[in-house]
């Protein structure tokens, strides 16, 4: 069984500040991991997948997220947040069944002008 | 492009009533899903089909039935709806289950049911 957990609900910050959203999980497997974006009234949005191979990876919108094995984490970052960046963002993980994704139970990042 | 289309977008039932929510996908994708979302529980697994005529449980299958009689097409049935579905419900679609393939997300139905 899988599930994951996102540290914080809500995430306020300034315009051109740096941002990491968390997100632990936890596995008896080896998994997959994601983070999706959720903008207002639409649907999600991949932003970034962790498959195998480089613990970082890159996304779209200039955010990037870390695999720390050890730590069970994979948390996401962005050096400076705009305001279009404001969104529901879910940390979600599968395992051998890769299309059955475990969500997060979301953060709301907030970016103030 | 399409993609990901769900029918209707808004809906508001009363309960025991019953309705059907459409999804179509237009990428010729096998495996299609219905997730609900509800605050601070992120989405969940209703059901999901691995192929035409295939359908399998997820994690929340309780109340909804679906159906896959074509390809392009997902079926999400609540027979005698109750408030407890109130909802919004995501359905997805990807190629395949190996790793190099992306779920690929509708927008989503709004159903209250009251």
């Known amino acids: 069984a899988q599930s994951v957990t996102q540290l914080d609900s809500q995430v306020p910050v300034f315009e051109e500040a740096p941002v990491e959203l968390r997100c632990n999980y936890s596995?008896?497997?080896?998994?997959?991991l994601f983070w999706y974006v959720q903008y207002p009234n639409q649907g999600l949005q991949l932003l970034l997948k962790y498959l195998s191979g480089s613990t970082l990876v890159k996304g779209i919108n200039g955010f990037e997220a870390e695999f720390n094995k050890s730590q069970t984490s994979f948390h996401l970052r962005k050096p400076s947040v705009h305001i279009s960046d404001t969104a529901e963002y879910f940390c979600a993980v599968s395992g051998t069944s890769y299309g059955k994704l475990t969500f997060g139970q979301g953060t709301i990042l907030t970016v103030h002008p | 492009n399409a993609g990901v289309t769900q029918t209707p977008k808004f809906r508001v039932l009363k309960t025991g009533q019953s309705m059907t929510l459409l999804c179509a996908q237009d990428?010729?994708?096998?495996?299609m899903y219905w997730y609900r979302q509800d605050p601070g529980m992120g989405l969940r697994l209703i059901h999901y089909?691995?192929?035409?005529?295939?359908?399998a449980k997820g994690e929340v299958p309780d109340g909804y039935n679906v159906s896959r009689l074509k390809k392009q097409n997902f079926l999400l049935g609540l027979e005698s709806a109750a408030p407890s579905q109130t909802s919004v419900y995501f359905c997805?679609?990807?190629?395949?289950?190996?790793?190099?393939?992306?779920?690929?997300f509708g927008e989503g139905s709004w159903l209250t049911v009251v």
């Open positions: 997805a679609s990807s190629l395949g289950t190996g790793p190099g393939n992306t779920i690929y």
């Open positions: 596995s008896s497997v080896s998994v997959y």
């Open positions: 990428m010729n994708h096998e495996y």
């Open positions: 089909s691995v192929g035409e005529g295939t359908t």
